[in-house]
């Protein structure tokens, strides 16, 4: 309620009317939609050009002609189908994953107290630090002695370690927003504390579980080093090796590259548009204090 | 004050005090009796608990601890991909990695990629969040909007990069080749030092979207009645900003900074799927050293020498941060 206050307060301050001020913060901004805009645009027009104008020179920004021509020959190809089909699997199979853990995990720091829980916020906020190439050669061991590196399991796990730290942060931000008021009465009218979880808190907690689910896809959808080491076979890559490796062979063909990138990103900034509430709440509310 | 609060152990007071003074307490004491006849109602929750926490504690146990511990493990060993025995052998790695010239160059560019990269990240994540902060017609629109490079795919952001730098039909490459930075059908990218310079700049337009959320945050977060105050001594704009907004983020700076040092040093997709570490290694930095000594030669002892170097120099910065944001443990 403060920070509402504030920000009305501030509003008032700063935004005496002012054509000048105006002008120039909207100048900014269209600049800086500009600069975040113009790469992703670049590559929608460009995958949309037929040969002749992706690689006339100087380049056009708008080409006369639209073609599809470029996205029927990157999906006529089986081997892309089947990256798409992986990526979807590992990032669906990551998410319900730690999902289950890390909302199970949130509460239970959250709203429990006994011996070692402070510890083990702890050691999930320093997990959170610990970045995927200091694991690579461990996890890699760890997989081939298991035997998954021929299999889309062994990807699951490598993507369950490097976001499942950052699921359960954003999560035990989101517990804590739940005043718990609504779970003392309950407990005082006799409900046990397992009714409590799924009757009381799941409900009220699903916009945040559900944006973290899709945060964590899109983290295991758009990840690249893990899935490059811990797959060996072809068939069984994601789409970020696939398309990883096009780009740096030596004969590139732009035009289904294009398409290509195009395809993986959409999905995601939609995805991401539609949660993205949630997620600047769940991340401006307890995140980094301080 | 509600007892039951108490009950949970929110205030720390002694659940003596809470079952004399309180009569809801005696109430769920009494249900207490009734329903459990086996455990009573603290060691019940704690357990509970426990049983919630215990795959999190497993899996971080499994996943994380013991991975950075066999690092460790294996950078005493000559361990390699292709054999199965390996022999323990002391600190020969790290001494081999200190007599190395390319590990001191390959760790100035990782200071220089990373030092640029985080400067530039957290002063246009400010900018931007001080713009979004005032800004009122459109502001949900334009925030959603500088959201977006967040979640771009590393691999989109390479395959982009690479074709607008391309030398003969690169959009970007045509604007520099125009105001003469660099030659007819060059490409930035085949430069040492255009290459860093094109990366750290695709990171930056990667990587701001956190930074900025994060300062938004804070600047919300800031008492307004200081700005009045200054307002009302006479302050202008500029001086209200460098004596107040500055100070008040202090410590958001702090955190966020070790936090983006941490992963920008660490950060390996971007540069390997543009540029591969090259040209002649001008962008290769210490994660790319790692990945080329364990799948390249396959020596996973030295690489993992590498990342323990890395890591001792990292773990300064994520202690200090743990501890910063230590009320987050509250």
């Keep these: 309620m403060r920070i509402r206050e504030n920000i009305m307060k501030q509003t008032k301050i700063y935004n005496k009317p002012n054509l000048l001020r105006n002008c120039v913060l909207g100048l900014i901004s269209v600049f800086f939609i500009g600069v975040v805009g113009f790469p992703l645009l670049w590559m929608v027009v460009s995958s949309l050009k037929p040969a002749t104008e992706l690689f006339k020179s100087p380049p056009t920004i708008f080409s006369d002609t639209i073609t599809f021509e470029w996205y029927l020959d990157a999906f006529s190809n089986k081997t892309v189908v089947r990256y798409f089909i992986n990526s979807l699997l590992v990032a669906t199979g990551t998410t319900v994953i730690v999902i289950v853990m890390a909302t199970f995990g949130a509460y239970g720091l959250t709203r429990f107290r006994f011996f070692g829980r402070k510890a083990v916020t702890v050691a999930v906020l320093s997990a959170y630090c610990i970045p995927p190439i200091m694991l690579m050669i461990p996890l890699y061991r760890i997989i081939a002695r298991m035997h998954l590196n021929s299999s889309l399991f062994g990807v699951i796990i490598g993507h369950t370690t490097v976001t499942f730290p950052f699921a359960i942060w954003l999560l035990i931000s989101f517990f804590r927003s739940i005043p718990r008021d609504i779970e003392e009465a309950a407990l005082v009218n006799g409900a046990s504390d397992l ?15 559900l944006s973290t689910g899709i945060l964590v896809f899109i983290l295991s959808w758009n990840e690249y080093l893990l899935a490059s080491v811990l797959i060996s076979q072809d068939s069984m890559k994601t789409l970020t090796v696939g398309i990883a490796n096009y780009i740096s062979s030596t004969e590139i063909n732009w035009g289904v590259i294009m398409a290509l990138g195009t395809a993986t990103t959409v999905p995601i900034v939609l995805m991401f548009t539609a949660i993205q509430k949630y997620f600047v709440e769940g991340l401006t509310a307890g995140a980094v204090k301080g | 004050m509600y007892p039951v609060d108490a009950f949970l152990g929110q205030n720390g007071m002694s659940k003596e005090m809470v079952m004399e003074n309180s009569e809801q307490a005696y109430l769920i004491k009494s249900t207490k009796q009734g329903r459990n006849i086996f455990l009573n109602f603290y060691t019940r929750r704690k357990l509970l608990g426990v049983i919630f926490i215990l795959p999190t504690i497993l899996f971080l146990v499994v996943f994380i601890l013991y991975p950075v511990l066999s690092n460790l493990f294996l950078s005493l060993t000559d361990a390699c991909l292709t054999k199965k025995n390996y022999n323990f052998i002391g600190f020969e790695n790290y001494l081999k990695l200190f007599t190395n010239k390319m590990f001191l160059k390959y760790s100035w560019n990782t200071l220089v990629w990373t030092f640029f990269s985080v400067i530039g990240q957290l002063v246009l994540g400010l900018g931007l969040a001080m ?200």
């Design chain 1, 195 to 209: 009714t409590i979880f799924f009757r009381i808190v799941l409900p009220l907690c699903v916009p945040g579980i």
């Design chain 2, 131 to 330: 713009l979004i902060n005032y800004q009122t017609i459109g502001g949900p629109f334009l925030r959603g909007f500088l959201l977006i490079p967040y979640v771009v795919p590393a691999v989109a952001l390479a395959l982009i990069t690479k074709w607008i730098f391309n030398g003969d039909y690169g959009i970007a490459s045509k604007w520099l080749q125009n105001i003469g930075l660099i030659d007819y059908k060059q490409s930035p990218l085949a430069l040492p030092g255009g290459a860093m310079a094109v990366l750290i700049f695709v990171n930056i337009w990667r990587s701001y979207p956190f930074p900025m959320l994060i300062y938004w945050a804070a600047l919300k977060g800031i008492d307004t009645e200081l700005y009045e105050a200054a307002g009302v001594d006479g302050a202008n704009r500029f001086q209200s900003f460098w004596f107040i907004t500055l100070p008040q983020l202090k410590n958001t700076t702090i955190v966020l900074a070790i936090l983006r040092i941490v992963w920008t040093a660490t950060y390996f997709d971007l540069i390997w799927m543009v540029t591969g570490g090259g040209p002649a290694g001008s962008t290769t930095h210490l994660p790319i050293m790692i990945y080329q000594s364990s799948f390249g030669t396959f020596r996973i002892g030295y690489a993992s020498a590498i990342s323990i170097l890395l890591g001792i120099v990292l773990f300064v910065c994520i202690i200090y941060y743990v501890r910063k944001s230590g009320d987050f443990a509250d």
